[in-house]
């Protein structure tokens, strides 16, 4: 048998790029790794069920509870897609109308679609991928709008929604809070505080995108301990039966490098770092919430020319588009890595151009449910040919974190030119 898979990887390792992208342990942390074949075992007597309340697996996520000072902690195997959907679950149910920005990840949109719930969405305020409106959505849950809020924070550059103000607005209305905070399962080591702590109801984080994890590797936090069996109970019916073992022990193996005073004065370290290079270009670096999401600011710039600087620098930032660039550094990436993204934003500080804004596109109506929509009959067709025909999939960009078009939703004129810029050439639509 030819080995494709394999032959593409070797390959990319060979160019010896510097990892600006998921996941956190670039290739490099805990070396003593590399030879995992005798830890990718089954479920057994002596190593514990995921989906079962007692057992090894059970007391390792007690103990990672404590590390991150949560009433009650699950591990997930299938990354934050499988927290979100036993989330959603666990906390509300059929024809529940949940409030949710514009951006948020599809995962979100498929689960909704799935278990019978509507969004009540809450457009982006000054642009495609802007933070979340979160004077909006109070108003929205204090108005009774809404049987539940779900919210990303930070999202994918860094910017953190105002997590306590909402869970004030959702404490008093009695509803659930879930926070999305896939790309904030290092905010504790950076120095911000985990949504739990802040006030909501229920968590994910993908402990891979930033931290020394294999891809995949996630986590649920939950304020409540008295949920943790039913949202236990709903991972088991979306997850794998076959979790991988190699996964979790590298989820049990990040809590604990969480756990020693040398991961702290890492991620003390990397925000320095990150300081650093904004302070070349204030402009073209601009400050997040996240001390360490590096998002580069590429308005006005000729992609091409950027994206051939960045080729001369051997760099491969998690994101590349018009608008911007995101890089994703950990305490894993080498003092070279530095040096090139040093080189780059140098280089790029010198170049001038008019700012853009990027478009907001309006809301599309919505004619049918997420659940009818994608449960629908459909097909793909070339999107000159959509326009006046009803979405059958959730069209997303920034890249799987705002929607541009959700299932059910009448596809317009007006958003060819914005699906063009962003390479979408065909959508599947309900026949």
Not at 78 to 87: K, R
Not at 142 to 157: A, N, Q
Not at 174 to 199: E, K, R, Y
Not at 301 to 324: G, H, V, Y
Request: glycine residues 6%; charged residues 20%; contains cysteine.
């Amino acid at each position: 048998m030819n080995r494709p898979l394999e032959k593409a990887l070797s390959d990319f390792g060979a160019k010896s790029a510097s990892r600006f992208f998921m996941p956190g342990h670039k290739g490099t942390a805990f070396s003593d790794f590399l030879p995992a074949l005798p830890f990718d075992v089954t479920e057994l007597n002596e190593t514990g069920n995921l989906y079962q309340a007692e057992g090894v697996l059970a007391d390792s996520q007690q103990e990672a509870a404590k590390v991150v000072g949560v009433p009650s902690l699950l591990y997930s195997a299938g990354g934050s897609t499988l927290c979100i959907q036993a989330l959603l679950a666990a906390f509300f149910k059929e024809g529940d109308r949940i409030l949710l920005p514009r951006a948020s990840h599809k995962a979100a949109l498929h689960a909704m679609g799935l278990l019978g719930m509507e969004p009540v969405w809450v457009p982006s305020p000054s642009g495609l991928c802007a933070p979340t409106d979160t004077a909006r959505m109070v108003y929205k849950i204090k108005h009774h709008e809404c049987d539940g809020v779900f919210v990303t924070s930070p999202d994918y550059y860094g910017i953190c929604a105002d997590i306590k103000a909402l869970s004030v607005a959702c404490k008093e209305a009695g509803i659930p809070l879930i926070v999305d905070s896939a790309h904030g399962a290092h905010l504790p080591l950076a120095g911000l505080p985990h949504p739990i702590a802040l006030g909501a109801d229920g968590a994910c984080v993908s402990l891979h995108k930033t931290l020394p994890a294999l891809t995949g590797a996630a986590a649920i936090y939950l304020a409540d301990p008295g949920k943790t069996d039913q949202v236990r109970h709903w991972m088991s019916v979306f997850g794998s039966s076959s979790p991988s073992y190699l996964i979790m022990l590298s989820i049990e193996r990040c809590f604990a490098y969480m756990d020693t005073p040398s991961a702290l004065s890492d991620w003390q370290h990397l925000s320095k770092r990150c300081e650093e290079l904004r302070g070349i270009s204030q402009f073209r670096l601009p400050s997040t919430d996240d001390p360490t999401r590096l998002v580069v600011n590429l308005s006005g710039l000729d992609p091409d020319q950027i994206k051939q600087r960045m080729e001369a620098c051997r760099l491969i930032p998690e994101l590349l588009d018009t608008q911007s660039a995101i890089f994703i550094p950990s305490p894993f990436n080498s003092e070279e890595d530095f040096s090139r993204l040093k080189t780059f934003v140098r280089s790029i500080g010198e170049l001038k151009g008019e700012p853009e804004a990027a478009a907001v596109p309006p809301i599309p109506p919505s004619l049918l449910s997420l659940r009818e929509a994608l449960l629908s009959p459909k097909e793909s067709v070339p999107i000159e040919r959509a326009v006046g025909r009803i979405c059958a999939e959730v069209v997303s960009v920034c890249p799987p974190a705002t929607v541009l078009l959700a299932p059910g939703e009448k596809i317009g004129t007006n958003l060819l030119q914005l699906f063009h810029s962003y390479g979408i050439l065909s959508v599947n639509v309900i026949i």
